[in-house]
Every structure is written in C-alpha cells, then in structure tokens.
C-alpha cells in the first residue's frame, strides 16, 4: 500500500530522486534547494541509496558531472535555485544540446540584485531558451509525481528536465505526499539500460566543433552542421508534448493521480472568466476562484505545467469559450510583460479569441501573495474591464508605484 | 530511447582530421627549406622544434620532416619557431 506521509517539497524531490534510483548526483548548496541534496546525501550515506555522491566547488561543476555522467548512460541528477542555476547557465544551454535525460530541479528564487533568498519563479523563467522542458509543480504531491515522470520524459526524448516549483512556499511547507511504493516506480520507470553516448567498442570524440554547414568526418560519414542539431532539439522538444502527456497519463493509470499533462484546470468548462497561472500561485488561486463562484462569478483557472514545450494549442483550446483572461504570475520579462502572459498572447494570435487581457506580476521576491489578494485583484480587473480598460500593461500586485 | 538517428548531437569518430580535410582554412602555407633543415643538413636526428610546437600534430618527426597539408592550418607557430629559419610562410595560391 503507498501512504501518506507529511512531508515538505523538498523532501519529496529528494525522496523521488531516490526512487527513481538515480545513480550519480551532484549539487552546490543554495538556499532554498539545499535540504534536497542533504536529504540525498543521508540517503547515499546510509546505503539506501546506491550513487555516486560528488561534492563539487561551484553549480557549473555540478551539471558538468551530471552530462558526463548521463554522457555514458547514468541517470543523473542535481538541483539548484536562483544563482546557482545562473552561474550554470552555460551548462544548462550544453546538456540540453547534448541530448542528455538529466532531471534538474530548480527551487524558485528570486535573483539579485538585490540580494534575496525568497521566492519568485525569474530563475528558471529566465532559463526559458535553453532546450530543456521545464515543469512547474503546484503541490509536494506533484513535486514526488512529477520527478518521477520527468525521468520517464527525459529518458523518451533525449532532452533534459527542470522541475520547478517554488521555493520555500513548497519548498520548505509540509504537506501530506502520498508516496509511491518503490515496486511500482521501478515497473513505471526500468533502469536506463543504454551506455549512453559512448561506446568502448565504437569509440567516439562528443561535441567536437562543428561548422555552419553540414560536413563528411574523416570517415566521409556526412556529419550535421550546427543548424541541423539544433534544429532536433527543437523538434524533440515539439514532439515532448505528445510524451507528457502519454507519461501524465500512464502515471495516472499505476499511481492513481492525473496531474494534467501540459495543463490543468479547476473549474475552469463553461467559465466565462479564466485565470492562467503557474506553479504554487495558481493553487493559492483555487481558494479565490471558490470565493468568486460563490458570489456568482463564473471564473475558472488553467494552471500551466509545462512552460517549455509551451502548450499552445492546448492553451488555445482551454482559452476558446473565455471572454476575459487574467494572468497571475510570479516573473516578468523586463521592459516587456510578465513572461507567462507574453507566451499566452503569442499562442491566442490567429485564434478566435479576442478578449480582454490582465496580467499580474506578483510575489517577486517572496513577497507574500494570498487568495484574498488574488481575489481582488480579479473582482478589481473585471471592474476596469467593465469600464473599458481591456488590455492595460502588466499590474505590479500589492507593489508601490507611484 | 525514441531517437534512433545517429546525429542528434555532435560527435565524431576520433581519427586523425576527424571533422574533416581542415587544411581548407589555411591561408599560408609554411615550406621547409630542407638545405636550413638542422636535421637534414646534420643528417641525424635532432631538433624537431616544428614537430613539438605543431598544435595540430601535423609535422613528422622524421628526417626530413614533412607537413601534413591536408590538415596544416597554417598557423605559422612551426615557421616561428624554426631556430634555423628553414621554414618560410607562402600565401597560398587562389
Ligand atoms: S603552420 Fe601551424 S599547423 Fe601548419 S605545420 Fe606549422 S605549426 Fe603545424
Ligand atoms: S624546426 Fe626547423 S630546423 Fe628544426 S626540424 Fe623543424 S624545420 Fe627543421
């Protein structure tokens, strides 16, 4: 029988991490991702869990043993939050090019300056081009569901996943996390039985330099060039829709929990008024949305998983019967729009809907955001909406601006 | 894994030019003047400062030594080095 146990969100990473039985980690320790990799290190020094355990000096060394793990066929892992993923940045770009199934869980922080150990979600957002899919949790229950199923995707596509969520809101909060028994994990998710990119009896040099066209080796093999590599990861990360959904499915069929795939809604059919939002901001909405309802607003949430590949038909979809849309999100494109509501903007282009648009900035920094702010927020949109005011620039929620 | 393509990331079997004839980027081309060759002209094996210096490994270690054009890139650090100036830099022909 799988239990129930109260757990933080870090704890379940770490917890599904060794499930996944990972073979080789590696990580720096940041605030607020540290208590993932302390938990992992007990675990390899029990015994319970059988990994190469490599304590380096900095988050670029950290995925730099990760792709040379996964390089030869080890399921690797790491974590990291706000700076650290920055300073990995290079590494982020080379894992996702090298084709490599490593799970990365980023624990959303803000980013300095100035300095601040709270959460928002600018890390990862801020890592949006770099080839990997992001996933964003809104509970620990998806946390422990979705390392899981990002190993599962990961090891389908040949492209690595970041899971996201947020720092100290999941983090660091306890919850109960049905945990699944580990028999089912490994039916679910087999050993990786490849050697990876090498091969002793076919020895070969990886990521040499390659030119802007495409080029025979000393073989006379004709090699690709740098376009034609890119271009695959671009198409593996097109055809990653199709394998979330298929893996969200399959795990919802052993494990019992339907996590959504690419999205999730909450009251969202027939609701003429729809919330878009991400991560824990979009469960803190679920709250908000029940008030609303009860005031006899018809307004519904689509929660976004997957950021990257983004769900435009699927969004397109959920949006089709809206005649508002408000955005809540926790990270902006500076100069710009907040990051979540410039991608659904992008999708809706060419669609039949047309309507009003809000979007929110909010929590930057950690700063406290709560379904009564929420709530406000949206009786306060579909007030301005009311009057006229269909798509004013991004709102900075409970933020000083004059 | 559902990649079976060969090619969805960069790499090449190592060999001697494994990305290919590179000696197409050389816009000099350095020609050993085997009457300055120290170990031509003292007829024994010595020397082999280009062979040492070469960061492409093209040079032989061989009296006389010989370049390797299909892969030379005509960096000119063999020609420098030359404590005999036996080796001179030649634009190559267009
Ligand atoms: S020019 Fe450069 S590459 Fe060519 S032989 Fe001399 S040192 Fe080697
Ligand atoms: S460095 Fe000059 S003298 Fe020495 S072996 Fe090479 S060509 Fe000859």
Redesign the interface.
């Given at each position: 029988m799988s239990k129930a146990i109260i757990m933080t969100g870090n704890s379940a990473a770490a917890l599904a991490a060794k499930m996944c039985r990972i073979q080789v980690v590696a990580a720096y320790p940041i605030t607020p991702q540290t208590s993932i990799t302390e938990a992992i290190s007990n675990y390899v020094e029990s015994g319970e869990l059988k990994a190469e355990y490599v304590r380096v000096e900095s988050e670029h060394s950290a995925l730099t043993v990760c792709i040379a793990a996964s390089t030869v066929g080890a399921r690797a892992f790491t974590s990291t939050s706000s700076h650290g993923l920055l300073y990995m940045h290079e590494q982020v770009h080379w894992a996702a090019?090298?084709?490599l199934p490593i799970v990365m869980c980023c624990v959303n922080r803000g980013v300095g300056a100035p300095w601040s150990i709270f959460n928002d979600q600018q890390d990862s957002v801020s890592q949006r081009d770099t080839g990997w899919i992001q996933l964003y949790c809104r509970d620990n229950q998806e946390i422990i569901d979705t390392v899981i199923q990002a190993y599962k995707i990961a090891?389908?596509?040949?492209v690595p996943v970041m899971v996201c969520y947020d720092g100290f809101v999941l983090s660091h909060t306890m919850m109960p996390v049905v945990v699944p028994m580990q028999e089912q994990v490994d039916a679910f998710l087999p050993p990786l039985k490849?050697s990876g990119?090498l091969d002793t009896a076919?020895?070969?040099?990886?990521?040499?330099?390659?030119?802007p066209w495409r080029?025979?080796?000393?073989?006379g093999v004709m090699?690709?060039g740098y376009m034609?590599?890119r271009y695959?990861?671009h198409s593996?990360l097109n055809?990653a829709r199709g394998v979330i959904t298929q893996v969200n499915g399959e795990y919802a069929r052993v494990f019992g929990r339907d996590h959504g795939g690419l999205l999730w809604d909450y009251n969202a059919n027939a609701a003429e008024i729809l919330i878009v939002a991400m991560g824990s901001i979009a469960s803190e909405s679920m709250p908000a949305i029940d008030s609303l309802r009860a005031q006899g607003i018809n307004v519904g949430l689509i929660g976004v998983r997957a950021f990257r590949p983004f769900p435009k038909l699927e969004v397109r979809e959920k949006l089709a019967g809206a005649k508002a849309i408000i955005v809540l999100e926790k990270a902006i494109s500076y100069g710009h729009d907040g990051a979540l509501a410039c991608e659904l903007k992008a999708a809706l282009y060419g669609s039949a809907v047309r309507v009003p648009f809000h979007s929110y900035v909010a929590g930057l920094g950690g700063r406290d955001v709560n379904a009564k702010e929420i709530e406000a927020a949206i009786t306060d949109s579909l007030k301005q909406i009311a009057e006229g005011n269909l798509e004013p620039p991004t709102h900075w929620l409970n933020c000083r601006t004059e | 894994?559902?990649?079976k393509?060969f090619?969805?990331?960069?790499?090449?079997?190592?060999?001697?030019?494994?990305?290919?004839k590179t000696g197409d980027w050389r816009d000099l081309k350095p020609i050993i003047d085997y009457g300055k060759c120290i170990p031509v002209v003292k007829d024994k094996p010595s020397c082999f400062l280009c062979w040492l210096y070469c960061p492409e490994g093209v040079v032989s270690s061989s009296s006389p030594p010989r370049i390797d054009y299909d892969y030379c890139k005509g960096c000119g650090i063999c020609a420098e080095e030359c404590p005999a100036k036996a080796i001179t830099m030649v634009e190559e022909s267009k």
């Open positions: 090019g090298s084709r090891e389908a596509v040949s490849t990119h076919n020895p070969r040099n990886i990521n040499p330099v390659v030119f080029r025979a080796d000393s073989q090699r690709d034609e590599i695959k990861l593996a055809d | 894994m559902i990649y393509d090619n969805i990331f960069s790499a090449a079997t190592s060999a001697l030019g494994e990305l290919g």
